[in-house]
């Protein structure tokens, strides 16, 4: 048991070593208390609230009380769900649903409050995009083998909410959740989801580099051929490596970054010209074809 909470607490590496970010309050599985909420912008990041590093039971409460983003002109979010099976909707206000790309943003593990990536997901709302994030876990000590099963739970709570146009989902992840965000595209069709269009995988990892798998892999081969799939990785990822996403990215493209600049974990988490060019811009092209592919109006 020793040994598997060492694990389940190094797994926090995956997505956000949390000492080199400002941080607001915390909460462990028995409920993370309400933050303070920042006002968010597209070019400064939000006070990010800090996962739980020390092991406890999972006793999270009837009610949940997940981080929000900051109230925002033009963006309105509703949580839904409760506990792992939370889930964050962010929509531009006055906009019908239905005409709107729809984003499921899957975040790195432990960084369960969607103010970790707040300014990149403000930015997909105001360019036009419906963004439905998924918790997926309690706390950093959730079991990686309940995770895909809390984000496909999660995710059939959202798209009854929000459906998706046909053709006009696209899947993002970064780290954990890159290596999920293959996982779900692969099981989609056989659990009567909506299939992306597009799965675009910035850094995705299922341990830490050169440790065994610790997110179960899921057979990939069910991904549909018509799936545009684009993956990032970087030699200079000392915490995932590239392993994950070259897998990944052997059913699509995949993209070596070899910017200094980000080529770090943490640079999807920055917003700074070059990782807006570097994670957000290629995003942004994702979408786009979608909604072109869709049928849809060109921004």
Not at 15 to 26: E, F, K, R
């Amino acid at each position: 048991m020793y040994r598997i909470r060492v694990v389940l607490r190094r797994l926090l590496l995956i997505a956000v070593p949390t000492l080199s970010l400002t941080l607001g309050a915390c909460g462990g599985d028995d409920g993370p208390t309400q933050p303070t909420a920042a006002r968010v912008s597209t070019t400064t990041p939000a006070a990010t609230p800090r996962p739980a590093t020390t092991p406890q039971r999972d006793t999270s409460p009837q009610r949940d009380t997940i981080g929000r983003i900051a109230s925002t002109d033009g963006v309105r979010q509703r949580v839904l769900g409760r506990r792992a099976r939370t889930v964050t909707v962010l929509e531009g206000a006055g906009q019908s649903a239905g005409a709107r790309p729809v984003v499921v943003f899957l975040h790195g593990w432990g960084a369960i409050d969607p103010r970790f990536y707040a300014p990149w997901l403000v930015h997909l709302v105001r360019g036009g995009s419906t963004v439905i994030y998924p918790r997926y876990q309690s706390s950093v000590i959730t079991s990686p083998a309940t995770v895909l099963g809390n984000t496909v739970a999660a995710l059939r709570t959202a798209f009854a909410v929000v459906p998706p146009a046909d053709g006009r989902l696209v899947v993002a992840g970064h780290s954990a959740g890159g290596a999920l965000g293959a996982d779900y595209a692969a099981l989609a069709r056989d659990k009567r989801l909506p299939v992306p269009a597009a799965v675009f995988s910035v850094y995705p990892g299922r341990s830490l580099r050169g440790g065994p798998a610790v997110i179960p892999p899921v057979d990939q081969s069910g991904i549909p051929a018509a799936v545009r799939i684009l993956a990032l990785g970087s030699e200079a990822d000392e915490t995932v490596g590239t392993a994950t996403a070259r897998q990944i990215g052997r059913l699509g493209r995949y993209v070596r970054v070899t910017d200094a600049r980000v080529d770090d974990h943490l640079a999807p988490l920055r917003t700074d010209r070059v990782a807006q060019a570097t994670f957000w811009a290629p995003l942004d092209r994702l979408i786009e074809r979608a909604r072109r592919a869709a049928g849809g109006r060109s921004r």
